[in-house]
């Protein structure tokens, strides 16, 4: 069975920091684009960020450049995602999904979509 489980998510004060996990079971990740997408209650779900499959290139949601940071470890088939400065608006569950190799290069890696598989999706709350 295909599935994505993510983790880390939590309660955390303005300023702090977490890490979310993304874990992939039944398939290996090394072969898709992984992206972090958010959805905050009332609005639309947003890209967040995505990595390739192949080179590792990154793309980050202009919101959340210079304070969040996505990286992969394929040996542990997951990928993650470092946030820090949290602020408020950062609060939403947060969603990991695998789409195509080549989505990243097609410039719609943002567009939900256009991915296949996607974890459950996990609280993050940024409050004092």
């Known amino acids: 069975q295909l599935q994505l489980v993510e983790s880390g998510g939590g309660l955390v004060q303005p300023g702090g920091s977490l890490r979310l996990s993304c874990a992939a079971s039944g398939f290996t990740l090394d072969y898709y684009t992984i992206g972090w997408f958010r959805q905050a209650p009332g609005k639309e779900r947003e890209g967040v960020s995505c990595?390739?499959?192949?080179?590792?290139?990154?793309d980050y949601a202009d919101s959340v450049k210079g304070r969040f940071t996505i990286s992969r470890d394929n040996a542990k088939n997951t990928v993650y995602l470092q946030m820090n400065s949290l602020k408020p608006e950062d609060t939403a569950v947060y969603y990991c999904?695998?789409?195509?190799?080549?989505?990243?290069?097609?410039?719609?890696?943002?567009?939900?979509?256009?991915?296949?598989?996607w974890g459950q999706g996990t609280q993050v709350t940024v409050s004092s």
């Open positions: 999904a695998a789409g195509p190799a080549m989505l990243y290069y097609s410039g719609s890696y943002f567009e939900s979509d256009e991915y296949d598989y």
């Open positions: 990595i390739t499959s192949s080179d590792g290139s990154t």
